[in-house]
């Protein structure tokens, strides 16, 4: 059988493994699919920032949005501090002050990953479940770099496609 390889951008591949990771650590499949979407994109926040293209917000400004925020607390998923709230649903990460809803997310991954959707995914849970949580939530983001797909430094690799070996994850859990 030939080996997997997906062409695919870096976000879907963060969200879909910091969803896994969030069910691995005791959420909901619906909870982890609010919080990997959180994940993907603070990350690319951030690297966006490093890479010129997003300017930083004014401290002022960014403890005047912390205060109007209600109810909020923090999960961490994958290294990051996720900004989440309680709802009638479970827990969901809040961006820009709504919810991250879940349906969303699943039709967003589907779009990327197509109909390798449901072998990247059962790779990724096989992976997270090879580690217990604890030490999962230690190496998430290790685990990650060790599989995410290979891009150009730099500006020439924002938004760039590279190969997601289905292989590689799977045999980091073997590894492991």
Same mark, same amino acid.
């Given at each position: %059988?030939?080996?997997?390889?997906?062409? @695919?951008?870096? /976000?879907?591949?963060? /969200?879909?493994?910091?969803?896994?990771?969030?069910?691995?650590?005791?959420?909901?499949?619906?909870? #982890?699919?609010?919080?990997?979407?959180?994940?993907?994109?603070? %990350?690319?926040?951030?690297?966006?920032?490093?890479?010129?293209?997003?300017?930083?917000?004014? &401290?002022? @400004?960014?403890?005047?949005?912390?205060?109007?925020? #209600? &109810?909020?607390? =923090?999960?961490?998923?994958? #290294?990051?501090? !996720?900004?989440?709230?309680?709802?009638? $649903?479970? !827990?969901?990460? !809040?961006?820009?002050?709504?919810?991250?809803?879940?349906? #969303? !997310?699943?039709?967003?991954?589907?779009?990327? =990953?197509?109909?390798?959707?449901?072998?990247? *995914?059962?790779? %990724?849970? $096989?992976?997270?479940? /090879?580690? +217990? +949580? &604890?030490?999962?939530?230690?190496?998430? =983001?290790?685990?990650?770099?060790?599989?995410? +797909?290979?891009?150009?430094?730099?500006?020439?690799?924002?938004?760039?496609?590279?190969?997601?070996?289905?292989? *590689?994850?799977?045999?980091?859990?073997?590894? /492991?």
């Amino acid at each position: %059988m030939a080996e997997l390889n997906i062409l @695919i951008n870096r /976000a879907p591949v963060l /969200a879909l493994w910091a969803a896994v990771v969030a069910e691995r650590l005791g959420f909901t499949q619906d909870e #982890g699919l609010s919080l990997g979407k959180a994940v993907a994109g603070l %990350m690319a926040q951030s690297k966006g920032r490093r890479l010129g293209i997003y300017k930083p917000v004014p &401290e002022e @400004i960014k403890k005047a949005r912390a205060r109007k925020r #209600g &109810e909020e607390f =923090f999960v961490e998923v994958c #290294g990051r501090a !996720v900004p989440a709230i309680n709802t009638e $649903d479970g !827990v969901r990460a !809040v961006t820009r002050g709504r919810p991250i809803e879940p349906g #969303g !997310v699943e039709r967003y991954l589907e779009s990327k =990953f197509g109909e390798s959707l449901g072998v990247a *995914r059962a790779a %990724m849970r $096989d992976l997270a479940k /090879a580690f +217990p +949580p &604890e030490q999962l939530r230690e190496n998430a =983001f290790g685990l990650y770099e060790q599989f995410r +797909p290979t891009i150009p430094e730099g500006l020439r690799g924002w938004g760039a496609k590279g190969k997601l070996s289905i292989g *590689r994850i799977r045999s980091l859990a073997v590894e /492991a």
